[in-house]
């Protein structure tokens, strides 16, 4: 059996919406000639998703962009960029956010030297390389945080920062959209400070292996679930708008910004 997971935006109080979501996606797959289908999503756990997106039966998922330009480059095929509604997203790209906590008196980056960045994990764009990628002009001698904590999630991160254990942490426009909209106790005692450069948008990948007929077949279900009318209430409150085809190159920003980074001595969020 085919594997479907859509994890990147799987909070609890949407659950519902993303399964209605993917019950629409997968209708429409079977329009196209796929066999196989999944009904349901697989679910085994946030961390699960390193073993989805490996999986040579994997059919359609969605993944950080870091992950598909870095080690998962090879095991995962780009299909299409989705478009978001959020504040901060233009067409098929996002920034991320970053946070303080509210009564903190940084007024620009600058002003957080030395102090404690809280990062969900150091193969996110969102809430790593993006980050670094802002921070790195201001680096001395490689350095700028004076400490720097790994929680393996978003909302570790933004907990982190609203319990004052973080001084700082960046995620992604529409996870802070999503959480401001469902469960904005979450983002109490947090503001945003600025913003990150652009990058395209978390990509629907399947597996390296899967053909350019299939590979069509799935953009093709994407865009027809994007515009079906039937959707457009489980679309609304996902945030989302419809679906770029995008080249892979497009993702190869993310590298630059790492290149960057480095380029300017700062390889490491420190």
Same mark, same amino acid.
């Given at each position: 059996?085919?594997?479907?997971?859509?994890?990147?935006?799987?909070? #609890?109080?949407?659950?519902?919406?993303?399964?209605?979501?993917?019950?629409?996606?997968?209708?429409?797959?079977?329009?196209?000639?796929?066999?196989?289908?999944?009904?349901?999503?697989?679910?085994?756990?946030?961390?699960?998703?390193?073993?989805?997106?490996?999986?040579?039966?994997?059919?359609?998922?969605?993944?950080?962009?870091?992950?598909?330009?870095?080690?998962?480059?090879?095991?995962?095929?780009?299909?299409?960029?989705?478009?978001?509604?959020?504040?901060?997203? #233009?067409?098929?790209?996002?920034?991320?956010?970053?946070?303080?906590?509210?009564?903190?008196?940084?007024?620009?980056?600058?002003?957080?030297?030395?102090?404690?960045?809280?990062?969900?994990?150091?193969?996110?764009?969102?809430?790593?390389?993006?980050?670094?990628?802002?921070?790195?002009?201001?680096?001395?001698?490689?350095?700028?945080?004076?400490?720097?904590?790994?929680?393996?999630?978003?909302?570790?991160?933004?907990?982190?920062?609203?319990?004052?254990?973080?001084?700082?942490?960046?995620?992604?426009?529409?996870?802070?959209?999503?959480?401001?909209?469902?469960?904005?106790?979450?983002?109490?005692?947090?503001?945003?400070?600025?913003?990150?450069?652009?990058?395209?948008?978390?990509?629907?990948?399947?597996?390296?292996?899967?053909?350019?007929?299939?590979?069509?077949?799935?953009?093709?279900?994407?865009? #027809?679930?994007?515009?079906?009318?039937?959707?457009?209430?489980?679309? #609304?409150?996902?945030?989302?708008?419809?679906?770029?085809?995008?080249?892979?190159?497009?993702?190869?920003?993310?590298?630059?910004?790492?290149?960057?980074?480095?380029?300017?001595?700062?390889?490491?969020?420190?």
């Amino acid at each position: 059996m085919s594997i479907a997971s859509l994890p990147m935006y799987d909070l #609890e109080p949407m659950r519902a919406a993303t399964d209605a979501w993917w019950a629409g996606i997968a209708t429409a797959l079977c329009r196209n000639g796929l066999s196989d289908v999944p009904e349901s999503l697989d679910r085994g756990g946030f961390g699960d998703r390193f073993a989805q997106w490996s999986a040579p039966d994997l059919l359609l998922s969605q993944t950080c962009g870091y992950p598909l330009t870095h080690a998962f480059a090879d095991k995962v095929r780009l299909v299409a960029a989705p478009c978001y509604t959020a504040p901060l997203c #233009e067409g098929s790209s996002y920034r991320s956010v970053v946070l303080v906590h509210e009564d903190s008196r940084a007024e620009d980056i600058t002003d957080l030297r030395g102090k404690r960045v809280a990062v969900n994990g150091f193969d996110s764009q969102s809430g790593f390389n993006a980050l670094r990628a802002l921070v790195a002009p201001h680096a001395r001698e490689g350095r700028f945080f004076g400490e720097v904590i790994e929680t393996g999630r978003h909302h570790a991160s933004i907990a982190a920062v609203a319990k004052g254990t973080a001084d700082v942490c960046a995620t992604d426009c529409v996870t802070h959209a999503l959480t401001a909209r469902y469960l904005p106790d979450w983002l109490a005692g947090t503001r945003i400070l600025t913003v990150t450069a652009e990058a395209p948008n978390l990509p629907y990948v399947t597996h390296i292996h899967r053909s350019d007929e299939e590979v069509e077949a799935l953009r093709n279900g994407l865009l #027809e679930a994007a515009g079906d009318p039937a959707l457009s209430d489980v679309r #609304e409150q996902l945030m989302l708008s419809g679906f770029a085809v995008l080249p892979r190159s497009d993702y190869d920003r993310i590298d630059t910004m790492e290149q960057e980074a480095a380029d300017a001595g700062y390889p490491d969020l420190a």
